[in-house]
């Protein structure tokens, strides 16, 4: 419930277009999940998981958005503390040439 309510709090304050889409982390308790989603349409625009390749998922992410010409985005920690897995993927999307 207090999830809830951080999440709909950072949601209200963040959004994303075409250029400069939101990525939002998910965490289940197996595998992380990255999306970069353009709010204005309300569509997917990339998508990367842990599923397949843990080690390059985030390269794998990266390589998509930048053929869709994409170098800046805002990214949305779901009400996630900013720690952890959180944290190293958000520094890996810093390392690999996005700008937040």
């Not at 997917?44 to 053929?67: H, P, Q, R, Y």
């Not at 009400?79 to 959180?86: D, F, I, K, P, T």
């Amino acid at each position: 419930m207090k999830n809830e309510l951080i999440k709909r709090r950072i949601r209200a304050k963040i959004s994303g277009t075409a250029t400069v889409p939101r990525v939002v982390i998910f965490r289940s308790n197996k595998y992380l999940y990255l999306q970069a989603i353009n709010d204005e349409k309300g569509e997917t625009l990339a998508a990367g998981s842990e599923l397949k390749d843990k080690e390059n998922m985030v390269k794998i992410f990266v390589k998509i958005l930048s053929e869709k010409k994409i170098k800046k985005i805002v990214f949305d920690r779901a009400g996630y503390q900013y720690h952890g897995n959180v944290k190293k993927i958000a520094e890996d999307l810093r390392k690999n040439g996005l700008e937040f």
